[in-house]
């Protein structure tokens, strides 16, 4: 049995930590609320990148990255949306913070 939290509190917790340090985290897209994919579209100024909660094998959890590298907003935005048409569970997440790979790693991977 998994320990992995349903991805709707996960998203909400990671969404709420953000905000209540003074970052910007918003949902861009709900997917499916026990199960769905998770994106996170980290935006660092000029940069965005993708980087997805991903589960191994061995039932352990990451983030790997996703997407365009160095993309700007435009080619992130087209990549997650074309990701959403071809999968309606995915979450996407908008993170800007300090540190938003750090808060999201303490937030919805499981240890």
């Given amino acids: 049995m998994s320990a992995r939290l349903p ?3 996960a998203v909400g917790a990671l969404v709420r930590r953000v905000n209540d340090a003074g970052g910007f985290a918003v ?8 199960t769905g994919a998770i994106l996170l579209l980290i935006d660092e100024g000029r940069v965005v990148r993708g980087l997805e909660r991903f589960r191994d094998l ?12 160095d993309a700007d907003g435009v080619a992130m935005d087209d990549y997650w949306r074309k990701r959403r048409a071809s999968d309606p569970d995915l979450w996407v997440v908008e ?5 938003a ?5 303490e937030t919805i991977l499981v240890c």
């Avoid at 993170?95 to 540190?99: C, G, P, V």
Wanted: charged content about 25%; aromatic content about 4%.
């Fill in 27 to 34: 949902v861009r897209a709900r997917g499916e609320a026990q």
């Fill in 7 to 9: 991805t709707h509190l």
């Fill in 95 to 99: 993170l800007m913070i300090a540190q």
């Fill in 58 to 69: 061995d039932d352990r959890e990451s983030l790997v990255p996703a997407g365009p590298v």
């Fill in 101 to 105: 790979e750090r808060f999201a790693a």
